[in-house]
């Protein structure tokens, strides 16, 4: 029923079928199998660093450093901290606690990430087993983004973007005031907020694009499944996301944040070389895990979706090409994607109950066997893995010892400290780990450095060059005075050291090597 061009209306068409059944038993199952998928040990690489920065600005009284306090490489980089008040906060949690300071923040980033998959499917018209349901479907795919990462934040951003963009749609928002705050909070939580912003443009350009459809051919409206905005309506829209924009500049960086963002977004040596940045690969695990979620998706599509919704397909589409041009936006598409899963489930439930003619005892019965089905899955493969998760929490020197990080290296390096160099080579992947575990201890690269450059020290560069290089450029070493090293055991570099006459093993084991450099 139309009310006009120039008011918002919608159409009552909507070919939408829901079936709002649940089940309290099976959801409380699949809610608890959710967190399970989102509680994971402390192994991300970059997590080291993001904790010992955390550590460090509450012990400093939440002063930033100006320059980078934690390599001997490029000491002098003006280190912009995207993170910091996150980082901040897991260094509370961390310290606050006590002896389960790590679980603490293994529950705060599970909370945070099933947060934003939970909200993303509230959007959803289907019923909370539906909805449970495309959530431990998405999180299942999402296994090697979840962890305390701080992405995580970025994810419940947008979430919350989302659930704020349907509801001012739907018309159940008069207006959109909450989202200068929002982003203000984003962009001092995480550097991520450009996702939120470019969300909202897109739908913006859809809205405006739309309703200059409608309005010269109003006939178009009749054959819409969701709301059309009004000319008043995309204006305070377009006021927002610029407020918005405007007050991610209010952070301690200033507009420095954006140059960094830009800068690390656009290095296109960076791009080519991380793995988080090339495209999904069939030739992996897990990009072959999502591929199959999209194909699954789009046969669902293509049998049960018959709504015409274009702002959704927009939006859909375009984090779909995101997230298959690079692995690391996948996440992305799962969050924007899991409510559209939620529905339809919602629709082939229906269409199956009414092919099959079952009432709803009948459907009780399937549920009561899904429980099962479910209960039976979780005590096969949650024990170990919440035991794994326990053991990171409450004893992570134990657990790494079962993990390919050196643990073992660096209690040798504290008993042996005074008989090795001053300036350290480590792996990339190690970087954090060691900042977390060896507090004080400079470090040659991290994660936060593929995109630094100062002078001739390209710092990634020079990294990738001593080691996927054949022959390794040991010149590197010498550039910046490298004079003890930890190296993965096996690797082509500690395979040339061992060979090199001015470098003495001092220690190995099955995960890494330590070379010092002899005196001349």
């Known amino acids: 029923m139309k009310r006009g061009t120039d008011q ?74 995207h993170a910091w008040l996150t980082d901040g906060f897991i260094g509370l949690i961390y310290n606050g606690l006590g002896k389960v300071g790590p679980l603490g923040v293994i529950l705060f980033f599970a909370v ?12 959803a018209q289907a019923g909370r087993t539906h909805k449970l349901v495309a ?5 299942w795919v999402a296994l ?35 989202l200068p705050p929002l982003f203000l909070l984003w962009a001092n939580l995480h550097g991520g907020f450009p996702a939120g912003l470019f969300t909202l443009t897109l739908a913006l350009g859809a809205s405006a694009a739309i309703r200059l459809v409608t309005s010269r051919w109003p006939s178009v409206a009749d054959h819409l499944n969701e709301p059309t905005l009004a000319w008043p309506q995309i204006r305070h829209l377009a006021l927002m996301i610029g407020l918005a924009a405007l007050v991610t500049l209010i952070n301690p960086y200033g507009w420095r944040l954006h140059v960094e963002l830009c800068q690390s977004l656009t290095d296109r040596f960076m791009i080519e070389v991380l793995h988080e940045w090339q495209p999904v690969s ?12 999209l194909a699954a998706l789009g046969i ?59 009432g709803p005892a009948r459907q ?5 066997a899904l429980t099962f089905a479910v209960a039976i899955g979780m005590a096969l493969m949650g024990p170990d893995h919440l035991r794994s998760v326990l053991r990171s929490g409450l004893a992570p020197a134990e657990f790494f010892q079962g993990t390919d990080y050196p643990i073992e290296a660096v209690r040798w390096i504290r008993e042996h400290r005074d008989s090795l160099g001053t300036r350290l080579y480590n792996d990339y992947g190690l970087g954090g780990f060691l900042l977390w575990w060896l507090p004080g201890e400079k470090i040659f690269i991290d994660g936060r450095m593929p995109a630094w450059r100062v002078g001739d020290r390209r710092i990634f560069y020079d990294y990738i060059a001593l080691t996927n290089w054949d022959p390794p450029a040991l010149g590197v070493l010498s550039k910046y005075g490298i004079d003890w090293a930890i190296v993965g055991r096996g690797s082509p570099l500690d395979r ?24 001349a």
């Not at 509680?39 to 660093?49: A, E, H, I, K, N």
């Not at 919350?160 to 928002?173: E, H, I, N, T």
């Not at 040339?496 to 005196?519: I, T």
């Open 8 to 81: 918002a209306f919608v159409t009552n068409n909507d070919s939408r079928i829901t079936n709002t059944l649940s089940y309290p038993a099976l959801d409380a199952l699949l809610l608890f199998f959710s967190l399970n998928l989102a509680l994971q040990p402390l192994v991300d690489p970059d997590f080291g660093w993001h904790l010992r920065a955390g550590l460090d600005l509450v012990q400093q009284g939440w002063r930033l450093p100006e320059t980078d306090p934690y390599s001997h490489t490029v000491p002098d980089w003006l280190w912009v901290e």
């Open 135 to 139: 959530v431990t479907g998405a999180l």
């Open 282 to 293: 069939l030739q992996s695990r897990a990009g072959l895990t999502y591929v199959t979620y």
């Open 112 to 123: 945070v990430a099933l947060g934003a998959f939970l909200t993303a499917a509230s959007l």
């Open 364 to 368: 009780k019965q399937w549920l009561l």
């Open 496 to 519: 040339v050291l061992a060979g090199r006459r001015e470098w003495q093993a001092r220690y190995q084991d099955a995960k890494v090597s330590l070379y010092v450099r002899r005196q």
């Open 144 to 178: 090697p983004f979840l962890g305390a990462r701080t992405q995580m934040i970025t994810l419940l951003g947008l979430a919350l973007v989302l659930w704020l963009w349907r509801r001012f749609l739907a018309g159940d928002l008069p207006h959109l005031w909450v």
């Open 300 to 358: 669902a599509v293509l049998f049960l979706y018959r709504r015409v919704e274009p702002i959704r397909w927009i939006i859909l589409a375009v984090f779909l090409g995101l997230s298959l041009r690079h692995w690391r936006n996948v996440p992305f598409f799962l969050l924007v994607s899991v409510s559209l899963w939620a529905e339809l489930l919602a629709e082939l439930a229906v269409r199956a109950s009414a092919r099959f003619a079952t």
